[in-house]
Structures are given as C-alpha cells and as structure tokens.
C-alpha cells in the first residue's frame, strides 16, 4: 500500500472518531468540518487536472463526504495513473509521487488538526515523521509562502521530534 492510501486510512479513522464538526481545528479559521472539505476539495482538484474523473463532489455529513471521496479516488488511482508524468511545480514528477509527497503528508498533518479540534491529537509515526522531513526538504523556500505553513512556533530544546515538527508548521501541539 503507498503512504498516500495508508495516510487515507488513517485520517479516516479520525474522521470516523469525530463528534463535534463544528469544533475549531489548530487551523485557523475552519471547523473541523471545513479541514474535511479542504482535503476533499484539494486531492479532487488534484486528481481533476490529471484527467481524473470523480463525478459529483459527494454532500452529507463531512463522514459521508469523506469516504465516499476516498471511495472514488480509490477505484480511479491505478499503478498507471500513479506512473503518470508531470511538470509540477517543482519540476518533473508522477502522480503517485505527488499523492504520497504531497497529499499524504496533507493527510498526516490535517488528520492531527481533525483529531485535535477534537480533543483526539494524533501520533504520527515514525514513517509519518520521516516523510514530512522529507516533504519539507522539498518545499524548501516555499514552505511559507502564503496558504502553505504559518511561521515556526518555539518549542523546548528537548521537545519530540513530533512536537518539533508540529512547531516548524506553526502549530503548538
């Protein structure tokens, strides 16, 4: 299974856990409803411009919402669609690279929003951990650009590494 689809299963968990969807989330300004659409709405704008037909965008409950996206993006994200090359942004890649690069480190990191607008944090794992260092490597610069992360949070010398990376989000776990 690639980080993308394990990173899906897990934030699933984590919808599934929520009861309070209008409970802020560690993002400012959404719900924890509004973490769902967001994820929602950028993995189908994604997968959109790749010629990836995914119908209707799923209403209801952001649950409902939820796992019927996933159950759309799961039928439609093959090993050809995953091989497929791009120009992105920061030069040559596939899909597959990206939906495990990108949108699965979305899915750790909003999963913990989700879980902490809840009163649940989650705990990334070690491979969590080991893919957002390398997906901050490859932001590089463009890390904090504008809508991507808020600047560095200071957290103590002998924080854990998730904590630590939490901080470098912006986010004070």
């Known amino acids: 299974m690639t980080f993308f689809l394990e990173s899906a299963d897990r934030f699933s968990a984590t919808v599934d856990a929520t009861t309070d969807w209008s409970a802020p989330s560690p993002c400012e300004g959404w719900t924890a409803a509004e973490v769902v ?3 929602v709405d950028t993995e189908r704008q994604f997968l959109a411009g790749h010629g990836v037909e995914l119908g209707d965008r799923p209403s209801g409950s952001p649950a409902d919402v939820w796992a019927a996206h996933l159950s759309g993006v799961r039928a439609q994200v093959t090993d050809e669609l995953r091989d497929r090359e791009y120009d992105g942004f920061f030069g040559r890649t596939t899909v597959g ?19 902490s607008a809840n009163g ?11 893919a957002m260092d390398a997906a901050f490597e490859g932001f590089g610069e463009h890390a904090y650009d504008d809508g991507v992360f808020k600047a560095p949070v200071d957290v103590p010398a002998d924080a854990s590494r998730q904590v630590r990376l939490l901080a470098r989000m912006g986010r004070r776990a």
């Not at 705990?123 to 080991?130: L, R």
């Open 120 to 130: 649940r944090p989650t705990t990334f794992t070690d491979a969590d951990m080991d």
């Open 37 to 39: 659409d967001h994820v």
């Open 97 to 115: 690279a990206t939906l495990d690069h990108f949108y699965g480190f979305d899915l750790v990191v909003h999963g913990w929003d989700l879980g």
